[in-house]
């Protein structure tokens, strides 16, 4: 069966730190692959999303970027965060037509 | 305006039924789906209708859709505490493979 892991479950960084978040699936192959954040405990903002190695669309402007270095493997960075860059930070995979996604357990990220 | 949309709160006592709404504005939509988000956790897929279907039912839940209107709802028979949760609507469209999600709906259920 399918597993989605993201770490760490919590991080508090301080202004202008960086940071690099860590998604990896289990028991597929060339997934498609999702970074979500969500303020506040509420709406879902799509941040990038991948469908293979390499391959980074991003959805929204900003100092955050992603990296898929491995097919299973997707990374969510940034050099210097931002105060407003706060959230819970979600990671997803999803696969074929009629695309469900199935979502890690988040990583609550606090900058201060 | 946004391209899906919920209401952001429902009330409900324990063991009534709970009916969350959403409304979309693609035509296009052939998925769409609801997810449950437990406090601080991820979000886990509930249920999904594929656009040429009018119900679906699960046990507890029933999807409905009414594509003239762009409405979609789910209704929860029995609401449990355990329930208490954001219930997100979501679509997908024949142009693409991505989801576009509603702003969620905070669900509480009273003892």
């Known amino acids: 069966s399918q597993t989605i892991h993201q770490w760490p479950a919590t991080l508090v960084q301080p202004v202008g730190s960086p940071l690099s978040l860590e998604c990896t699936v289990e028991?597929?192959?060339?997934?498609?692959l999702y970074w979500y954040r969500q303020a506040a405990g509420r709406g879902l903002q799509l941040l990038f999303y991948?469908?293979?190695?390499?391959?980074i669309s991003s959805e929204v402007p900003q100092n955050l970027s992603a990296s898929r270095p491995q097919d299973r493997q997707f990374i969510l960075s940034s050099k210097k965060l931002l105060l407003s860059d706060s959230g819970f930070y979600l990671c997803?995979?999803?696969?074929?037509?009629?695309?469900?996604?199935?979502f890690g357990s988040g990583t609550q990220l606090s900058v201060l | 305006g946004e391209d899906v949309e919920q209401s952001l709160f429902l009330s409900v006592r324990e063991g009534d039924s709970s009916v969350i709404n959403c409304t979309y504005t693609d035509s296009s939509s052939t998925y769409l789906y609801w997810y449950k988000q437990e406090p601080g956790a991820g979000l886990q897929l509930l249920t999904y209708?594929?656009?040429?279907?009018d119900m679906k039912q699960d046990q507890r839940l029933t999807v409905l859709l009414n594509k003239k209107d762009k409405h979609l709802s789910l209704r929860i028979a029995d609401t449990q505490t355990g329930d208490s949760a954001i219930y997100f609507c979501a679509e997908i469209r024949n142009a693409g493979n991505m989801l576009t999600f509603g702003g969620g709906t905070r669900l509480m259920v009273k003892p």
């Open positions: 209708i594929f656009s040429n279907m």
């Open positions: 997803a995979w999803g696969q074929g037509a009629g695309e469900k996604l199935f």
């Open positions: 028991g597929t192959s060339n997934p498609n």
């Open positions: 991948s469908v293979g190695i390499g391959q």
